[in-house]
Every structure is written in structure tokens, then in C-alpha cells.
């Protein structure tokens, strides 16, 4: 009787040392991962988070054209630990451009934001094409337009009012569409090997400058269009 009672009261403190070392423990918040957007505004994109992360020590900004493979590191915050925080991407990639955030702790432990996809932004009206009337107006001087035939904005490849370059080919995820991108001069510049989306958005800072650039549409091998698109200096809203 008194080895069993012996061991009843030991079992009790266990139980009270226990239940103390529970209710004295700290309650443990995890961080919360950034509300992360990106924005497309005239030919760059604008990203843009808010943080719960009070011991953060290293936030990377990293980019992708496929959203699953191949993401790497373009820049890294200049404030990490600040709640709200921003990065412009001021020279994205042809086609459609993914974004992440690595968030490395001071604890040495690190995680992802989601991936979020580079939208227009919507507060830019980037509907509308660029036609004539509207080139001669945003024209520098001294640019001319292409004086081989009346020119017109293609209804494959062309620039809209936000000064970006669209690509609208409904069938492209049917047949194997590639592009190749020219200055005015001739000078080749770049070329999507296989358009796969029926639309895609081309930041006009990509090309590096504004003015008159030529493209060549292939569809299968074979030449399917060859014509010219400006882009302005300045977009109108």
C-alpha cells in the first residue's frame, strides 16, 4: 500500500510540474506571409507586399517566365523588416513574368511567398491600339513611319495606348507560333521561340528605347507576317 501510494504522489507532481511547464510556455504566432501584387504600368512592373515579419533579415525578389521552374533572385528589398514594401521591375522578360518572395529569417530559417502573375494595371487604359493619328502625335522628331505602303497596326502584333507591344493569337496553344523582333534599322534584337498563350503583353522596356521596331511572325516554319509597330516615348491614359 504504501509503494502504491508512494507512487500515486509522484505521478501527481509529474502532472503539476507538467501542466506548469505548459502554462508558463510562450504561445507561438507564426509569421504571415506577404499580401504580394504585381502591377504592369508602362513597360515595367510594379510589386508591391505587405509584411507580419518583425525578424526578417533578407527578403530576395525573384522572377519567372513558367511560374513553377527556373525562378531566380533579381533583387533583394532595401528595407526587409518595413511593413509595407515595393520593387520595380524595370527591365522584365518577353511574355508573361512570374513573381516570388524569399524570405530569409534571422533565426536562419527561410520561406516562399505564392507566386503571383504580372497583371496591367487596370487604372491604365490599355485597350485601345496605337493607330496613325496617334503615332504622329507621340512621335519624337525626326521618326518616320515605314513609307513602303500606308501603314496600319497589325491585328497580330501591335502596341496599345500604354505603350506596351500585345501579341493576340487565339490559336496559339493549337499551332507552333514564333516571333522574331527587329529594330527599324534590320538589327536583330530577340525572338520567342513558341508563342503558347493566345495573348500575351510585351513591356516596351524590353526593347530598350522608343520608336519604329519590325517583327516576324512565323507560323510552323513559315513566314506568316512581316510588318512594324512603334512605340512611344510617353503613353497616353
Known amino acids: 500500500m504504501k509503494q502504491i501510494a508512494r507512487l500515486l504522489f509522484i505521478a501527481l507532481l509529474f502532472n503539476i510540474f507538467t501542466l ?3 502554462a508558463q510556455a510562450p504561445s507561438y504566432t ?3 506571409l506577404p499580401d504580394f501584387s ?3 504600368k508602362s513597360g515595367k512592373i510594379q510589386l508591391e507586399w505587405l509584411s ?3 525578424n526578417v533579415k533578407q527578403i530576395g525578389i ?3 517566365l513558367d511560374s513553377v521552374l527556373n525562378f531566380n533572385t533579381i533583387a533583394y528589398a532595401a528595407s526587409p523588416a518595413q511593413t509595407r514594401n515595393a520593387f520595380l521591375d ?3 522578360l518577353p511574355g508573361s513574368n512570374y513573381y516570388r518572395l524569399f524570405i530569409l529569417l534571422n533565426n536562419g530559417r527561410y520561406m516562399y511567398s505564392h507566386t503571383v502573375l504580372a497583371v496591367p494595371d487596370s487604372t491604365i487604359s490599355a485597350t485601345q491600339k496605337l493607330q496613325m493619328e ?3 502625335e507621340l512621335e519624337k522628331p525626326g521618326e518616320k513611319a515605314p513609307e513602303k505602303v500606308v501603314w496600319h497596326p497589325s491585328n497580330t502584333i501591335y502596341t496599345t495606348v500604354d505603350g506596351n507591344v500585345n501579341i493576340n493569337l ?4 493549337k499551332k507552333k507560333y514564333a516571333v522574331k523582333f527587329f529594330d527599324s534599322d534590320g538589327t536583330f534584337l530577340f525572338q520567342i521561340d513558341q508563342v503558347k498563350e493566345p495573348f500575351l503583353i510585351l513591356e516596351k522596356a524590353i526593347f530598350l528605347h522608343s520608336g519604329w521596331f519590325n517583327f516576324e511572325l512565323y507560323e510552323d516554319g513559315k513566314l506568316k507576317e512581316k510588318w512594324s509597330f512603334f512605340i512611344p516615348l510617353n503613353y497616353r491614359s
Open 20 to 22: 506548469g511547464v505548459h
Open 30 to 32: 507564426p509569421p504571415v
Open 38 to 40: 504585381a502591377l504592369i
Open 52 to 54: 507580419g515579419f518583425t
Open 62 to 64: 525573384q522572377r519567372s
Open 90 to 92: 524595370n527591365k522584365p
Open 134 to 136: 496617334d503615332v504622329k
Open 170 to 173: 487565339p490559336d496559339a496553344e
